[in-house]
Each structure stands twice: as structure tokens, then as C-alpha cells.
């Protein structure tokens, strides 16, 4: 299956996995590279620049296929070091980067001028269409459905994707509830070339996360989610669970401010839920998508289905409906 984006990425099918923090490690970015997507290691997920580099070797002893790192910006009064993270990933010859958070002109100027390729990842037309112009390969374009921060404007992909398809004019991949084979003939037909997953990705035999959460996604629905922070105009979807529902029912108040919640909602207690497999320990991040969710799969195979799925509905289902 080739598209533009195929070409840009040298990779066999337009199928990415976004960047994930304490998932998005090398065991699953090697992975889904070897299943002919495209795997993303996350880079903050690495304590520090040289962790980075380490796990960008790691990867290497898993994969000859292409992989990528995504760098999350994000607002912070004591921000990560940037430029040193995109340093290691510049050094170590990584060729994609998938970037997603605010500001993104200066990464983006540094990466192009040392030939790394950069998949913008963001949530509204006007900002792909600033990405595009500071230079960007590529636009992921996320839906409301995502999870993760799907911004403010509460604009879905059925909406989403063919506005910004009718006015980016570089490679676009679509991104936010993407779980088969007939999300993404879907985002082909709203003018994507390619989908980014990561929900579906996190119920995969690789993901690095306790098999408990990945059950956790197979046994929720589409119905299974929270938005948290809209009151902070920094709204994330994540799966109901305890501590989403008191993280709301907290944010209701009148008076709430971001320290009410703020124990509640720290990394390290999400990442304890990831690694131990309680649920309720932390926020678990997951979209809409888990109500498309059955089973856990390896990624190869994760992927093939997307693919003879797609090819199928393609060549059989949508050509007969055109000869009717
Ligand atoms: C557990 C988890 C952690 C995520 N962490 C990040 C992150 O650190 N940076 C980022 O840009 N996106 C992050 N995302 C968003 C994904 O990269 C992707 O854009 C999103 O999951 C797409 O929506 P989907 O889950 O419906 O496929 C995360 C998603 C999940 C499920």
C-alpha cells in the first residue's frame, strides 16, 4: 500500500505509532517498524538525553527497518532540556521525528537543517497550516477521538481531516481512533495518507505495559473515557477509571484549581499503573478507539489485519458498491 508518506518514510504501510510516554520504548517502536509501520520511541520518556541515546541503540539491536522519536513540547515552568534531547537524537542519526506540542519552529528549523524528517503532530487546521509553513514533511492531524490532548476546539476527524486535507498540501496522516482496517480506508477517503494509532498500539503483545492494562483496553468500550483538564485549557482524554472520575467531579467545583487535582494526576502514579497493572492508581491514557479494541495482538500481526482488512474493503466491498 503506498502513499506519499510511504515514500517519504521508506516504510512498507502507512500505519504509525505515536509517541507514548512510558510506552513508546523500543521493544514496541521496533516492533511495529518490523511489521513495515512506523515505530516512534518517546523521548521524555528517557530520564535523561543520554537514556535516549541508549534506548535509540537498543532499538537499532531490535530493527534494520526505519523508526522515529517523537519530542512532546510542552508548557512548564521547569521545562525538560530540549535542545539536549534533540541533540541525541540528531547525533544518533535518527531520521524521523515526530514533534507535537506548542512552539515548534526552533526543533523543527535544527532537524531539517541536519536532514532528520519532521511528522508534526496537532489538532487544528490553523496550526498544520503553521507547521507546514515553518517547514514540516508532514502533518499527523488529531481528531477529538484521540487520546492524549486532543486541544480545545472539540472537532472530530470526520470533520477534522478533510479540512485540513483541502488545505495542506504536504503528506497528511490521520490520527485519533484508528484501530482497523476500515479507519483507514476511511482516512484514505478523507484525503489522509496514513493513520497514526496509539490506544490500539498499547493492547499489542509488545507494548511494554502489564498485561492487566492492556485487558483494561480490550474490556472498555468507546464510552470509556474522560476529559480531564478543560478547565485548564489543556483538556486530555483519558480512560474512566477512579481517579478520571474524581479528577472531574473535582474540576466541577466552581472554585477548583489545578493544585486540587494535582496529586492526583502526577506521571510517575500513571506510569504505576502501567507497570503494576492497577488500574486506579493513576491516569491511564486511552481514546474512544478502545470501543474498537477485541483482542491483543502482536503488531506484525495487529498490522496485517489493517492492511488485508483495507485491501479487502477496497477491492471488494467499494467495488461493487461502484458498479451498482
Ligand atoms: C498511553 C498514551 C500516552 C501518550 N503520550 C503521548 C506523548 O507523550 N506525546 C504525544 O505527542 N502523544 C501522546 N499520546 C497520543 C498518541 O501519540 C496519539 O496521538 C493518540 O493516541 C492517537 O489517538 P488514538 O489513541 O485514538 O489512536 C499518548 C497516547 C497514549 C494512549
Not at 496514513?194 to 474490556?219: S, Y
Amino acid at each position: 500500500m503506498r502513499t506519499r508518506f510511504t515514500d517519504l518514510m521508506g516504510i512498507r504501510y502507512p500505519i504509525v505509532q505515536g509517541g507514548m510516554m512510558w510506552v513508546g520504548r523500543a521493544e514496541l517502536a521496533s516492533a511495529v517498524s518490523n511489521a513495515g509501520g512506523l515505530g516512534m520511541i518517546t523521548a521524555l520518556t528517557q530520564p535523561t538525553p543520554d537514556d535516549l541515546r541508549r534506548e535509540i541503540d537498543r532499538c537499532r539491536t531490535m530493527t534494520d527497518m526505519p523508526f522515529g522519536v517523537n519530542l512532546t513540547i510542552l508548557p512548564s515552568v521547569s521545562p525538560p532540556p530540549y535542545a539536549e534531547y534533540r541533540k541525541a537524537i540528531i547525533d544518533s542519526g535518527v531520521k524521523v521525528v515526530e514533534t507535537a506540542g506548542y512552539k515548534p519552529q526552533e526543533h523543527i528549523d535544527d532537524f531539517k537543517g541536519n536532514g532528520v524528517k519532521v511528522i508534526h503532530k496537532c489538532t487544528a487546521v490553523r496550526h498544520a497550516l503553521s507547521a507546514e509553513r515553518m517547514g514540516a514533511d508532514v502533518i499527523s492531524i488529531d481528531g477529538f477521538e484521540c487520546a492524549g490532548h486532543p486541544g480545545e476546539d472539540d472537532i472530530p476527524g470526520l470533520i477534522l481531516i478533510p479540512a485540513a486535507a483541502d488545505k495542506v498540501k504536504i503528506p497528511m496522516i490521520a490520527s485519533g481512533g484508528f484501530g482497523d482496517g476500515r479507519g483507514l480506508v476511511a482516512a484514505l477517503a478523507l484525503g489522509a495518507e496514513g493513520i497514526n494509532m496509539g490506544t490500539r498500539f498499547c493492547a499489542t503483545a509488545e507494548a511494554p505495559i502489564h498485561p492487566r492494562i492492556k485487558q483494561f483496553l480490550v474490556d472498555n468500550d468507546e464510552r470509556s473515557t474522560n476529559l480531564i483538564f478543560r478547565k485548564f485549557n489543556n483538556t486530555g482524554r483519558v480512560a474512566k477509571n477512579s481517579v478520571s472520575d474524581e479528577v472531574v467531579s473535582i474540576s466541577q467545583r466552581e472554585d477548583a484549581v489545578f493544585e486540587d487535582i494535582r496529586p492526583l494526576v502526577s506521571g510517575a502514579k500513571g506510569r504505576t499503573s502501567l507497570e503494576t497493572g492497577d488500574i486506579d492508581a493513576g491516569l491511564v491514557w486511552a481514546g474512544q478507539v478502545q470501543g474498537l479494541i477485541h483482542d491483543i495482538p502482536t503488531c506484525d500481526a495487529l498490522i496485517v489485519r489493517i492492511i488485508t482488512e483495507a485491501q479487502e474493503i477496497i477491492k471488494d466491498r467499494l467495488a461493487r458498491l461502484s458498479r451498482i
